[in-house]
Each structure stands twice: as C-alpha cells, then as structure tokens.
C-alpha cells in the first residue's frame, strides 16, 4: 500500500547549486501538486499538473523552477541556482482526478537547506 | 481578502474539552472541503472531509459547513495532549476549468494536559 513517495527526505545545497525534489504519485493517482512550507507557515500552491501536462503553474516563481510530470516516472520539482531562501519543505500531493470529492495525499516531504 | 483564512493561535485547551477550529473561505463557487492535521516536521494528515451544508461526524471530530456563511469548521470532542498540532483547513473550487485546492495558513491547538 505505497502511499506518496518524496525523495530525497532531505536535501542540502550550497548557494547556486540545483536542486531535483521527486514525487511519485499513489498508484493510480495521475495528478500531481506540489506546495512549499516555510517553519510555522501555512501550505503555499506551487503547481499542479497531470501526466505530460502543467495545468497551473501560478503559485511558482517564474525564474529558476520548474516542474515536469513525465509519462514514465515520477514528478520533478526542478530548483536552479538554489539561493538561501529556497530553503523551506516542500511537500508533493496527489488525487487520482479532478471531481470535486476527490482528496489530496501528501507525501513525506523534502526538507530542503541551502547553505 | 485570503481565500481562505484561519486563525493561527496557538488555541489552547485543556485535556478532555471542546476544540473548536474556524475557517472562512472567499470563493462562494467553493464545493468541497477539507481538514488535515499536520504535526510538527510532519506531512498533513486528511482527516475530515465535507461536501454539503451541516455536520458530518467521524469520531471525536465534526466537521461543519455552512456555505451561506462561507464557513467550515472543525470541533474535536475530549481533546488529548495528542492533538496538539496544526490543524489546516482546504478548500476545493473550479478555477480555469479544472480543480484548485487552497489551504489556510493553518491553526495551532495546543491541548494541556
């Protein structure tokens, strides 16, 4: 019964280094969200996508991320030139559609320090 | 406005009383709605889930939902030192076609035993 899976749990990098966050979905699941958290902050959307597709990338920076969700293999939150405030857990959920009971599963998450 | 707002506390109560956490959502389109749990260093935890104006129970947790008011909340009946975390509502509305989900900046109880 593998729920969410997020790898790495934590990650370090230094100040211009790359970051890859991994999201594997629940089986069955074919949509992705990603959030980050700040400490003793609240969920903030990044974006959401499907198989092969960015539905809404709203809530991510322009510059630097990016994300993919391949039609093989798990999702990837993508973090160039990494800078100290990137640091943060950032947290992959997915559902298996889009109705509207349908609910969010969250990963363990990827706790992230930039030094 | 927040689309969807939560006191952040810390709420505190004693052991065994009535938790009572509130949320207020913008979007009167909002269809579903969503409690999680999330302790500290931790992922969120779904633990209640309402889609239609009322009480949904499921334990020592109700959920509540008036959508004229454009409020949802969540009381935890005999609160334990154990559910002390931060307790984040969701809510779940049509945007450009598809799903979006927003979540409150979530609120602390803190439960003394």
């Known amino acids: 019964n593998a729920g969410v899976m997020q790898n790495p749990r934590h990650l370090v990098r230094r100040r211009g280094q790359e970051a890859r966050l991994r999201c594997s979905p629940m089986?069955?699941?074919?949509?992705v969200y990603w959030y980050r958290q700040l400490p003793e902050e609240g969920l903030k959307f990044m974006v959401y996508l499907q198989k092969e597709n960015i539905i809404d990338e709203s809530g991510m920076p322009k510059e630097r991320f990016s994300a993919e969700f391949p039609k093989e293999g798990p999702s990837i939150l993508r973090i160039q030139q990494v800078v100290r405030g990137d640091s943060a857990a950032y947290f992959c959920?997915?559902?298996?559609?889009?109705?509207?009971?349908?609910?969010?599963?969250f990963g363990s998450g990827t706790q992230l320090s930039v030094l | 406005q927040k689309e969807v707002e939560q006191n952040s506390g810390p709420l505190s109560v004693p052991e065994g009383a009535i938790a009572s956490l509130n949320c207020t959502y913008s979007d009167r389109g909002s269809q579903s709605f969503f409690w999680y749990r999330q302790y500290s260093g931790k992922s969120p935890e779904l633990i209640m889930s309402i889609y239609s104006n009322g009480d949904k129970e499921d334990g020592r947790f109700t959920a509540q939902l008036n959508k004229a008011s454009q409020y949802v909340s969540l009381l935890i009946r005999d609160s334990q030192p154990s559910d002390s975390a931060t307790y984040l509502c969701a809510v779940k509305r049509t945007r450009g076609g598809y799903q979006k989900v927003t979540f409150g900046t979530g609120t602390k109880l803190q439960v003394i035993p």
């Open positions: 959920a997915s559902s298996p559609g889009q109705t509207s009971n349908e609910k969010l599963f």
């Open positions: 089986k069955g699941h074919s949509h």
